[in-house]
């Protein structure tokens, strides 16, 4: 895909299939990557009440009569001069720069700040593709109007048309939201296999669920101080039985005590939880070992960050595998 075709804002010709990358953008827990799965159909991104959850930019796809649309999902945006959130924020830049549409979602029930406005002027260049999804109007205190106001203000150049007013949660508004995206998509064939509902490979979705889990019962204490090492993987018994060996590693030792638990509770309700989510994902049965480990400061190993926060949105390097996925 050529960076003119990327940056196309030529719509379609009537009765031609489309197809876009769509990049998801807005603060930490405005519920992209709930609205992700949910767009999908599928258990996609990982979701935790922890702001910054996202790491990586994840990928989800959906396939219509009237084309595909690749969403990814980018770290949530906020002020910090933190190593792994300027990285994190530079996975989310190129999101922007390298598709088509951009899909930025802000949260009703909160007001705007210096950080949205923020936001807002790291959109502004790419105003002529973004469409707003104002999600969480579901909530109490929920006020669609200073949202508007804000876009009025801050984005004057996304005509109001494309303010969609929708709630993840409750799936209001989603519908009208994907016809305003094909609407916008520019021509052109699906850019993956139409069974497809997201390009992840199998370790990587591993990781992201153990991850999951370990954050939505560490919350409190570490939630940002783990990442998941997946060491080895096999398949066994005749490919019905995926076996897996992986790691939650921990910046200090001291921390190794709270991941483990009281008697190994901890890691116990960490891997069985896992494990469930991961027999709903895949064909195969998985039996997980999981264990602690300290990679001492690792949220300052740049090479460790590299390989952890993935920037790459090059849609030929797709691995297909194996999961459970009806059309």
């Given at each position: 895909m050529t960076d003119e075709k990327k940056k196309s804002t030529t719509p379609p010709q009537a009765g031609g299939r489309r197809s876009a990358f769509v990049a998801i953008i807005g603060r930490p827990s405005v519920g992209k990557s709930t609205l992700l799965n949910l767009l999908c159909g599928e258990k996609v991104a990982i979701v935790s009440p922890?702001?910054?959850?996202?790491?990586?930019?994840?990928?989800?796809?959906?396939?219509?009569?009237?084309?595909?649309?690749?969403?990814?999902?980018?770290?949530?945006?906020?002020?910090?001069?933190?190593k792994m959130n300027k990285k994190l924020m530079d996975?989310?830049?190129?999101?922007?720069?390298?598709?088509?549409?951009i899909l930025y979602v802000l949260d009703a029930s909160r007001s705007p700040g210096p950080e949205e406005e923020a936001i807002a002027k790291t959109i502004e260049p790419f105003a002529d593709r973004t469409v707003a999804a104002i999600n969480k109007t579901d909530l109490p205190g929920a006020d669609v109007s200073s949202i508007k106001s804000f876009l009025q203000k801050t984005l004057p150049a996304i005509p109001e048309d494309r303010y969609l007013v929708i709630s993840a949660r409750e799936n209001q508004g989603t519908q009208e939201l994907i016809d305003m995206l094909f609407k916008m998509a520019p021509q052109g064939d699906p850019l993956y296999p139409e069974d497809y509902y997201t390009d992840q490979d199998v370790q990587f979705r591993v990781e992201e669920i153990i991850r999951e889990k370990a954050i939505n019962r560490l919350r409190e204490e570490l939630p940002h101080s783990l990442y998941i090492d997946v060491a080895d993987m096999e398949l066994k018994d005749n490919g019905t039985r995926l076996w897996v060996r992986a790691f939650i590693a921990v910046e200090r030792e001291s921390q190794k005590g709270m991941v483990v638990g009281k008697d190994g509770k901890m890691i116990?309700?960490?891997?069985?939880?896992?494990?469930?989510?991961?027999?709903a994902i895949?064909?195969?049965?998985?039996e997980l070992d999981l264990r602690v480990k300290?990679?001492?400061?690792?949220?300052h190993n740049d090479r460790l960050l590299k390989k952890l926060i993935d920037f790459s949105?090059?849609?030929?390097?797709?691995?297909?595998?194996?999961?459970?996925?009806?059309q």
């Open positions: 922890v702001p910054q959850t996202t790491r990586n930019t994840i990928r989800g796809i959906i396939n219509r009569p009237e084309g595909q649309l690749v969403f990814v999902d980018t770290p949530g945006r906020h002020n910090s001069e933190k996975a989310s830049d190129r999101a922007m720069g390298e598709s088509e549409l116990k309700a960490i891997r069985q939880a896992a494990q469930k989510d991961l027999d895949f064909d195969w049965k998985v300290t990679v001492k400061d690792w949220r949105l090059d849609f030929f390097k797709v691995t297909r595998y194996n999961c459970k996925h009806e």
